[in-house]
T-cell receptor, first 117, second 112 residues
Framework: DAGVIQSPRHEVTEMGQEVTLRCKPISGHNSLFWYRQTMMRGLELLIYFNNNVPIDDSGMPEDRFSAKMPNASFSTLKIQPSEPRDSAVYFC???????????????FGEGSRLTVL | EDKVVQSPLSLVVHEGDTVTLNCSYEVTNFRSLLWYKQEKKAPTFLFMLTSSGIEKKSGRLSSILDKKELFSILNITATQTGDSAIYLCAVIGSSNTGKLIFGQGTTLQVKP
């Protein structure tokens, strides 16, 4: 199993540009999470999908952030327009959820490090 | 608001020392607590705890949960330089609809 695959691994962009981060979860997993990690705030959940449906997007900072999961094997996180304060490592994680509260073990991708100048 | 607080935030020890990392939480209808280890890249799963007083053990690492006092500890005995990492604690509550709420993490550095 290849694990959770994220791309790009690194992205450097200028303020105002659109950024799209991509994630391929582990085959068979039914839950997908986007987290953002910074030194100041640690790991913050941005959005969580179950069976391709967004369940909780309360962590999405503002309208500049959007996420989609068109099918069970692909998700995107888009930032438009990007700002320097969006600089962080963005992790995608997937799991197999049995009950509505039982996320089980999360498997993380290696992250996308975003730098907005 | 649900929250997870870890302590200490950072710790420096020497090889062979034993360390105890702490995690306290406030969450609606607690379901489970998880420990992760993060080295240079992605967090990797260590333990999942759901019941009080039952120790989970894996090699030199062990963890226990106290649901009455709302905390967990992660012990590492005979530390090695390879244990240097960020240790993350996360909780799931029924109001969280399955999402993990992470603490800030404890950065452990083990010196030779």
């Amino acid at each position: 199993d290849a694990g959770v695959i994220q791309s790009p691994r690194h992205e450097v962009t200028e303020m105002g540009q659109e950024v799209t981060l991509r994630c391929k979860p582990i085959s068979g997993h039914n839950s997908l999470f986007w987290y953002r990690q910074t030194m100041m705030r640690g790991l913050e959940l941005l959005i969580y999908f179950n069976n391709n449906v967004p369940i909780d997007d309360s962590g999405m900072p503002e309208d500049r952030f959007s996420a989609k999961m068109p099918n069970a094997s692909f998700s995107t996180l888009k930032i438009q327009p990007s700002e320097p304060r969006d600089s962080a490592v963005y992790f995608c994680a997937s799991s197999f959820q049995v009950r509505d509260w039982d996320t089980g073990e999360l498997f993380f991708g290696e992250g996308s490090r975003l730098t907005v100048l | 608001e649900d929250k997870v607080v870890q302590s200490p935030l950072s710790l420096v020890v020497h090889e062979g020392d034993t360390v105890t990392l702490n995690c306290s939480y406030e969450v609606t209808n607690f379901r489970s607590l998880l420990w992760y280890k993060q080295e240079k890249k992605a967090p990797t799963f260590l333990f999942m705890l759901t019941s009080s007083g039952i120790e989970k053990k894996s090699g030199r690492l062990s963890s226990i949960l106290d649901k009455k006092e709302l905390f967990s500890i992660l012990n590492i005995t005979a530390t090695q330089t390879g244990d240097s990492a960020i240790y993350l604690c996360a909780v799931i509550g029924s109001s969280n609809t399955g999402k993990l709420i992470f603490g800030q993490g404890t950065t452990l550095q083990v010196k030779p």
